[in-house]
Every structure is written in C-alpha cells, then in structure tokens.
C-alpha cells in the first residue's frame, strides 16, 4: 500500500494545512483526514524513490514539521472500537501516525515524549487485541500513556495536556473510563491489576487484566510483592515487561548514557541476548514426546528445567515467582505483538504471564533516539530541528542550588555522601556524582532501600544526605521512623519538590512532609526561604550529626538573592528564626517558600497603610520558642503559611501557642494551609491560587481577621 | 581481511561477533560473498557512500587510540563550535550537519560497547555512520529477533499445552479454584 511503503510522515509539506493551533479540536481533524486521504497518493508516489525506504520509522533529516500532520488513519479512531476491523499492515500505518501525532502534541505542550514513542506499538496492539474498557489495561508510572490517552477519545485535548483543566499527565481514573488506576508513582500496577483479577474472579466475570510495568519500575520492591503474590494466587493476567534497559532518570548523567542500575539490569539483557541451544531445546521436547500422554508432571518438569537451563537466568526468576515467562519479544513488530496477545488472550486458565517486551526509549523521532537522555521529559520543543525552548532565567533551579551545596560541603568534609533512587537529574545528584563518582550511590527505584541503606551508612559515621522527593518519601515513611528516627541516625534528607509541583499534579506533589517529619521525636525539620537560605541549610544538616535532620524545598528557580562566598553555606543556629520586616499589628509567620509570599503580601498592604511584621520561622522543629512568644505578645493577629497540609508547621505553633497560654489572651492565630483536597495539575501560579495561598490571598485573611471585608474583597478582586 | 573475520574473538564485544558454537556456523560464515551479513543492497549502497567520509576518529580530531577524555574535550570543543546557535548565520546549515555528526562520533565512541564494534569496522574499513549502522545492526538483529521469534512460539505453546491441564482437580491454588467455580456456575445456567 503506497501510503505506508514510503517514509512517513515524510517530506509532504501541506502548504494547504489548516491552522493547526486554532482549529477546533474535533470537527477539523476528520475534515483535514478526508480530504487529506486523496491527495497524498501522488505525492507519496514522488518521494518513495528513497534509498533504504523500508525503514520508514528511521527517518534522517528533520522532516518533521511544525504543522499538524497527516493522520488519515488515525483520524478515524476515536476509540479503540474503531480499530478492530483493521489489518495488521492499517495498524503498522496507525503506528506511525500516532507516533508522529504525538511528536506533534509534546512539541506543542512539553511533556514526557521518549517513554510515549517506545510503547506506540504496544498501545496498538494491546488495543487491537483486548478490549478496553472492559479489559483492564494499567499503565505504569503512566508517563508513557500518551499514546493510549490518544486512541481512547482524548485526541482532541492533547494541546491541554498538564495544563490547568486539561488532561493528566499520567492515567486518571476521573478522566475517562479507560484509564482504571491512576499512576505516577511507580511499580504499583503489578499489585493493582492483581487485585483488579481477583475482584473479577470473585464476581465471576471473564475480562482480561493486563498491567504494562517498565523495567526501570521492575527494581522496586512493590513489584515482586505483587508477582510474588500473583504466583501464589494463580489468577489469571498478563504483565508486559517493558524492557527499554533505562532503569534511572534521566536516562543519561551530564557525561552520557548511563549503564542500568542493578543487577537485574544485567539478568534481563542475558536473555535478551542469549542464543539458546536449540537443538538441546529440541531434544527436551523429543523427550517429552517419548514420555507421552499420562504422565504429564514428569513431562512438565523435564521441559521446565530445560528451559531453565537454556533460557537464561532472567527467566527462571519470574518463573520461580510464579509467572509463566514469554519471550524476549521485538516490542516494535506490530506482527509480533498481536499474534502473542491473541494467542495468550484466547488460551483459558493460563494463571499470571510474564510477557517481556524489547522497546527502545525514543523509538522513531531521530532526535530523541540520539539524545544521551532519550528526551524523557521535555520542554516545548521544535519537531523539525528537536530543539527544546527552555526559558532564559536569571537564577538556577533550587535543585541545582542544591547539588553545588551539597558539593561544597563534601569538598570540606570527606565523610558525606549522597544516596538518590534512580532520579540523578531530577535531584541533582548527577552533578555530585561527576565530582564525586564513588560517594554518590543510585539505588534504582527503591526508596524505602535507600532510607534503611543511608541509616546503614551513618551507623558507620558517615555522613549520608537522602535526597528523595518530597512525595517519593511517603514510599519510605517506616524506614525513616523506624530505622532512623527511633535510633536517632544522623541521616539527612533533602526533600525536594516540596508543595505543589505544577504540571505534574497531585501525584508528585509534595503536600504532607512537614506534617511526617515534624511528628516525629528526633527529627530536625526546617525549610530556606530563597536559595541562600537553602545553602545554610545544607551546612546545618550537614553539622547536625547526632541526630536525623530534613529540609525541604520547592520546585523552581530562586528569587535572586545573593549566594553566600564559595558557595558554602554557614551553619545556623538550631531553632532559631529570623524577622524580615518589623511591623506592628500583625504578624505573618512563613515557613519555607511561604516567606515569599509573605512578603509580597506585605508589600500589597502598605498601600493600605498596614505595616506588617513578616518572619521566617526556618524551622518548624525545634520551634523558635522565644520569636513565637514575642509575635504572640506584642500583635493582635498572628498568621502562620505554609505550603503543606494540616498537621504540619501551623499545628505545631498552634501546640505551642496553646501549651504556653498564649492562646489564653487577646491574640487571634489563623494559620493559612494547603486545603483538605487535592489540588490538580496546571501551571504553579493557577495551582497556588486554586490553594489559597497567594500574597492576595494572605492580605485578604489579614483584612477579614481585622474586621475589613470590605478591603478583603478589594484584595481578592483585584489580583490578576 | 576475509579470513579474518568473524574467527577472531574480540575482547569484548557482543557475543554474536564471537561465537562458540559449532564449526558449522563459522563455516557459513565464511561462505557468504559479501564477508558480512548483507541482505540487500541498500546497506551496501549505504557502506559505499559512507566509504568517502571521515571516520570518527578523522571527525573529532583525535588519534584513534585516544582516550576518553580526550574524546570528551575533543567533543565539547567542537561542539561550542558548531552548536546552531552560536553559528554564523550564513553557515548554520552546514554546521547543523557537522554538530550532529560530531554529537555521533562522540556518542559511538564515548561508549566502550560502541566504540569497540565502531573499531571493529573500521579495521574492515567500513565506516559507517551511527544511523546506517543501526541498520545494518538491525540486519543482525533481524537473526537474533528470528531466534527470539522461535523462542516465543515455543513458549506459547508450552502455555497452551500447560494451560489444559492447570485446573486439573489436583491444583488448589486460589485462582483454580475460582476458576472452576466459574465453570460450574456457567454450567448450571
């Protein structure tokens, strides 16, 4: 068929395109799809003289372009129903489109786009074959699910993908029916899908469950609890292994590509790679033969331990677990693909199967199959050059500020090392591990390992710094209790991505680390400010050694101020705070980034003629005693913020307040939180005010405690 | 250079370069025209095209028994130099092309796997650039994804051989036994 013969989406230049950033989403694309259909024949025909034209997906130049393009097939798939009467050689050309459909949207929005590109295949086929929604298909980490979020009737809101009110970035049950759990924390699916069999098997129903895991989300421990479990069940569901070998993120350090993590990195590329000896394999099965009808065990045992000893030691792991292993498989052979599904869908009673499945990060946008980190996650970008248009800051990410602090505190002292779990880039630990390779430890993605692996490091006296996301740490919450706090191990945690995240939702939002860590006895809990602060604080952390200490911080660039000398942070006094504006009347109490907006909240107030007293509490355990105690006397209201849920920093001044009996005078307390729900994706500044927290919002709380509505809701309506 | 390829074993390298199997294999080897696996004469057309160009080594500038660090400073040299974005306007397309060949060289060389297969090739005086190779790669993945194609057909029927018997009345794990539970019920309707 001349359409999917010659390269594609290829050098077609649709100078007739519509507008692709205006048209109404819907309607256009099945206009554009009809009369598209007619005119590419001629045009294709032109360009199929190409030499090596078979290999349409490896495409040389840049011949994307920034138009939408030509989706014929594609533009008559709305849902996976629309698929079924469709050949193997029509779902190779859906392939391609897709994979160029969503090369179009990521540009467009940013997002994760080499996850995506790896799995296009895969989605087909599993569509083709099962059917969604009635089947379960579970995405893990649910990055790679723009593919699937495209054939199941979200197409036309791709361009609002991770924006406010637009789709998720990850699967979301409330989105749509075909997304049956909700992911963005990895190595859940394996569990869920389990339970999703067994809720079937109970009520008796015949649906399938596939949950599809990766082999980065393949390394923690949740996973083989959850095969573990499956074997022994013997429930009926299939998992697809989806080998890319990239287990950390980004999938590349600053130097280049980075080896996979783990020793089961290395198991699953020997099977990938090994030749089995057919002809023992042959003689297995001849033996086999020879035995017969009747004696089936004998039979199995012989072919189990045949293949046992030629497939490869990988295997025998998920067999021993209790899965039935199939292959390797090329995860980008669409033939392949289907035949397997079928085949494993149409036989009954197969219990739990493993389906391991080869992919490659990136597959098919030359840019991102060269790029040292497949372009995991990416920035708007420009599909014809792979050019990413990342905004000029003046000042670096809080994590960048982060790693050179941490640095500079190793520099100085050779017992501190850095522990991550499989999120070099995204900590910053790359750039300590290039100045550092042998003190930097990436443990794969095992949180709860690498808590319990840092208390193991400071029984030694060393100095280990966890550096773990803020929202990653609620997956290692009884090792920090128990195997650092209650032994009171001088382990130090970094939680990065503190408070709301922005485009990656409430998945990985980081709402509730004040209110974990601050409730535990032994544990030395503050937040900076702004970027200085945070080098400080890196040097307390780093100084407080008899003890588990922890510091938070946001997402985001810092606001500017001056870095200390040599990029050295200075210890700070333990359970000290500090006033910023001395003011009268009333105080408002920040903890962490909540500073900042504290201050501008103060700014917007003096055109009203309120001075206010603005302070930066930097630690919420131990309180600073003596500047609470002064707030509380010498003002009428006292407002703590935060960027963290109930429980956290204003709870443990409201436990002061009322323990010291200041709660007993004439002082009005109103602490100011992140609300009792979960606040979705969008960009951070539509987050914080869905949240309640910004400066207006803060000067609004300060007028309404004064008795001012009035001037309240002139703060509230005035805010753009 | 006929003989010697594929009986020399490379420190190393992939396991299908080195083989430890029968003589038979290294017997077809030798047998084909070509000297390697080509099936078509794309990647022949490709290698000839190739031939004219630089290799690697030529690209960054460096000897070829450089070092990774010299690999390194060679590439990030070149790079600041030819990077679109600090390019002279009139030249950005050729020097677009020349950065991301150099971003290819210093990919293939900086990884030890790569480059030793890269070196091999060169000794064949072949060079190939990082596309055409994954090619020709591909050509030689395309046997191993035979075997792997052969490999998971038995195993689907394995399954399917094992399946008939799963629910036998010996087995008493739980997914059996709902299993059977189901069919009983289905029967009685």
Redesign the interface.
């Known amino acids: 068929m001349a359409l999917c013969a010659s390269s594609f989406p290829a050098i077609i230049n649709w100078g007739a395109a519509s507008d692709p950033q205006k048209s109404t989403p819907f309607a256009s694309h099945f206009l554009g799809g009809s009369d598209l259909v007619l005119q590419p024949l001629k045009k294709l025909n032109q360009v199929k003289k190409r030499?090596?034209g078979?290999?349409a997906s490896?495409s040389?130049g840049a011949e994307y372009h920034s138009q939408r393009p030509a989706t014929p097939l594609l533009d008559t798939i709305n849902y996976p129903i629309h698929m079924k009467n469709l050949s193997v050689k029509e779902l190779k050309q859906l392939s391609e489109e897709l994979r160029s459909d969503v090369v179009f949207n990521v540009s467009k929005t940013g997002g994760h786009l080499g996850s995506s590109l790896g799995v296009v295949e895969l989605t087909v086929a599993l569509h083709y074959v099962f059917n969604a929604p009635r089947d379960k298909i579970l995405w893990d980490v649910g990055h790679q699910s723009y593919p699937h979020k495209i054939l199941t009737g979200r197409r036309h809101k791709m361009h609002t993908m991770r924006q406010t009110n637009g789709l998720a970035g990850f699967t979301k049950r409330s989105e749509s029916e075909y997304d049956c759990f909700g992911t963005g924390h990895s190595s859940t699916t394996i569990s869920a899908g389990l339970g999703m069999a067994?809720g079937r098997?109970?009520k008796?129903e015949?649906n399938h469950v596939v949950a599809v895991i990766g082999d980065g989300a393949m390394t923690a421990g949740q996973a083989y609890e959850a095969m573990n479990n499956a074997g022994?069940?013997?429930?009926?569901m299939i998992v697809i292994l989806n080998d890319n070998k990239q287990v950390s993120l980004p999938t590349a350090n600053l130097?280049?590509?980075i080896p996979p993590v783990g020793a089961l990195s290395s198991a699953l590329s020997r099977l990938q790679?090994n030749?089995?000896?057919?002809e023992l394999?042959e003689v297995a099965?001849g033996v086999t033969k020879q035995i017969g009808g009747p004696m089936?065990e004998l039979a199995?045992k012989v072919?189990e331990y045949a293949?046992g000893m030629i497939?490869g030691s990988g295997s025998t792991l998920f067999e021993e677990l209790g899965l039935?292993?199939?292959?390797?498989?090329?995860g980008h052979?669409i033939d392949?693909l289907v035949s397997?599904l079928k085949?494993?869908k149409i036989?009954?009673?197969?219990?739990p199967?493993l389906i391991h499945v080869v992919t490659e990060k990136g597959r098919g946008y030359?840019y991102a199959e060269?790029a040292?980190d497949k372009y995991h996650g990416v920035v708007k970008f420009d599909p014809a050059?792979g050019?990413q248009f990342k905004g000029n800051s003046a000042t670096q990410s809080y994590t960048t500020y982060f790693a050179e602090a941490l640095i500079a505190e190793a520099e100085a002292d050779k017992n501190i090392v850095a522990i991550h779990a499989a999120m070099g880039g995204g900590t910053g630990l790359n750039l300590f591990l290039r100045r550092f390779p042998q003190r930097c430890f990436d443990v794969g993605i095992a949180e709860q390992h690498a808590v319990t692996f840092a208390a193991g490091l400071a029984c030694e006296g060393l100095k280990p710094f966890c550096a773990i996301y803020s929202s990653f740490m609620q997956r290692a919450y009884d090792q920090v209790v128990h195997d650092v706090d209650l032994q009171k191990l001088p382990v130090r945690f970094a939680m990065d991505r503190a408070g709301l995240v922005g485009a990656d939702g409430p998945t990985h939002c980081g709402a509730f680390d004040v209110t974990f860590m601050a409730c535990l006895p032994n544990m030395v809990v503050m937040a900076p400010s702004d970027e200085a602060e945070l080098f400080h604080m890196v040097a307390t952390a780093a100084a407080i050694d008899d003890r588990p200490s922890c510091f938070r911080y946001p997402r985001g660039n810092g606001i500017g101020v001056q870095l200390p000398p040599g990029k050295k942070g200075v210890p700070l006094e333990v359970g000290k705070g500090r006033v910023l504006i001395e003011g009268e009347r009333v105080a408002l109490l920040g903890y962490g980034s909540a500073v900042q907006s504290c201050l501008a909240a103060a700014s917007l107030l003096e055109s009203h003629g309120l001075r206010l007293t603005v302070a930066d509490a930097r630690f919420c355990k131990p309180l600073d005693h003596a500047l609470i105690r002064k707030l509380a006397k010498s003002h009428e209201v006292l407002i703590t913020v935060e960027e963290g849920s109930i429980g956290g920093f204003g709870s443990h001044v409201a436990q002061f307040l009322a323990l010291d009996g200041l709660l007993d005078g004439k002082v009005k307390w109103r602490p100011l939180v992140l609300p009792d729900r979960y606040i979705d994706h969008g960009s951070p500044v539509d987050q914080l005010a869905e949240a309640g927290l910004t400066p207006s919002h803060i000067a609004a709380t300060v007028f309404n405690v004064l008795e001012q509505k009035r001037e309240a809701l002139e703060v509230m309506s005035s805010r753009n | 250079m006929r003989c010697s390829y594929g009986l020399t074993a490379i420190p190393g390298t992939?396991?299908?370069f080195f083989s430890p199997?029968t003589s038979f294999l290294q017997l077809r080897r030798t047998f084909q025209p070509t000297r390697i696996k080509f099936g078509s004469f794309?990647?022949k057309?490709?290698i000839d095209e190739a031939r004219k160009e630089m290799s690697f080594y030529e690209l960054l500038g460096i000897s070829e028994r450089g070092t990774s660090l010299e690999i390194?400073q060679a590439y990030k040299q070149l790079a600041r130099k030819y990077h679109?974005d600090v390019s002279p306007p009139d030249r950005v397309e050729e020097y677009?092309e020349r950065f991301?060949r150099v971003?290819?060289a210093y990919?293939t060389l900086?990884?030890p796997r790569r480059r030793a297969l890269y070196d091999k090739d060169l000794a064949l005086g072949i060079h190939l650039a990082?596309?055409a190779r994954?090619?020709y790669q591909?050509d030689e993945d395309l046997e191993?994804?035979s075997?792997?194609?052969?490999?998971?057909q038995?195993?689907?029927s394995?399954?399917?051989r094992?399946?008939r018997?799963?629910?036998a009345g010996g087995?008493m794990?739980?997914?059996?036994r709902?299993?059977r539970?189901?069919e009983e019920?289905s029967k009685e309707l």
């Open positions: 030499p090596g078979a290999y490896l040389e067994v098997d109970l008796g015949r022994y069940l013997d429930s009926d130097d280049g590509p790679s030749r089995p000896l057919r394999r099965k089936h199995a072919d293949r497939s039935y292993y199939i292959g390797p498989v090329d052979n392949d397997i085949e494993v036989t009954k009673t197969t219990g199967v030359p060269r040292a050059t050019k | 992939d396991a299908r199997e794309k990647i057309a490709k390194k679109p677009t991301i971003q290819e990919e900086s990884d990082f596309s994954r090619r591909y191993d994804r075997e792997w194609k052969n490999r998971w038995s195993q689907l394995e399954l399917k094992r399946s018997n799963r629910d087995n794990s739980w997914g059996a709902m299993r539970q189901r019920l």
